[in-house]
T-cell receptor, first 117, second 116 residues
């Protein structure tokens, strides 16, 4: 089954304790992206990757890091989490051919709810 | 810069009635337009997209959307609502020239509530 898998689904942690949210896709997609979803703000892009070893900032990258060492994996790293990073996070992927001109939809994971105390 | 507006935070419709979820957009060039649906505790699922051609686009679960270039709108519609349609709906736009981080901008979402 084609899917984007995020782990963990839920995490409660404390300020300053480094954490990583993993994302893996099995569709051989070139393009992967991280979003955060907050009430009244919709989805905002954090980082994206157009291919292996190619990453770039989205609209709200502060406080986050990413890496793309393999095509299927795109982990999101919070080096020193703070309470304002409490949010619902989504990883997404798409074919990415001819990106950014592709009209292909993105496939989303089921989300990771992070609470930073 | 590109943007999407979903003017209604919530839309309430009786089961069996037609529904409309509104979306307007702003891009510098020509748009690709998308609708996604989010059920509780799930990620966004693709419903339909407008690329070019026929202004009426049909998608999953009986939904359709009408592209109106003069009004810069892409409203989501369904002739007869089901209780199971209750969810959070997102409109998204991408400038065909690919501006922005990945060219895809989402609206803030509209809660659709279908009452039995």
């Amino acid at each position: 089954e084609a899917q984007v898998t995020q782990n963990p689904r839920y995490l409660i942690t404390v300020t300053g304790k480094k954490l990583t949210v993993t994302c893996s896709q099995n569709m051989n997609h070139e393009y992967m992206s991280w979003y955060r979803q907050d009430p009244g703000l919709g989805l905002r892009q954090i980082y994206y990757s157009m291919n292996v070893e190619v990453t770039d900032k989205g609209d709200v990258p502060e406080g986050y890091k990413v890496s793309r060492k393999e095509k299927r994996n795109f982990p999101l790293i919070l080096e020193s989490p703070s309470p304002n990073q409490t949010s619902l996070y989504f990883c997404a992927s798409s074919l990415g051919r001819g990106w950014p001109n592709s009209n292909q939809p993105q496939h989303f994971g089921d989300g990771t709810r992070l609470s930073i105390l | 810069a590109q943007s999407v507006a979903q003017p209604e935070d919530q839309v309430n419709v009786a089961e069996g009635n037609p529904l409309t979820v509104k979306c307007t957009y702003s891009v510098s060039g020509n748009p690709y337009l998308f609708w996604y649906v989010q059920y509780p505790n799930r990620g966004l699922q693709f419903l339909l997209k407008y690329i070019t051609g026929d202004n009426l686009v049909k998608g999953s679960y009986g939904f359709e959307a009408e592209f109106n270039k003069s009004q810069t709108s892409f409203h989501l519609k369904k002739p007869s609502a089901l209780v199971s349609d209750s969810a959070l709906y997102f409109c998204a736009v991408r400038d065909r020239s690919g501006g922005g981080a990945d060219g895809l901008t989402f609206g803030k979402g509209t809660h659709l509530i279908i009452q039995p």
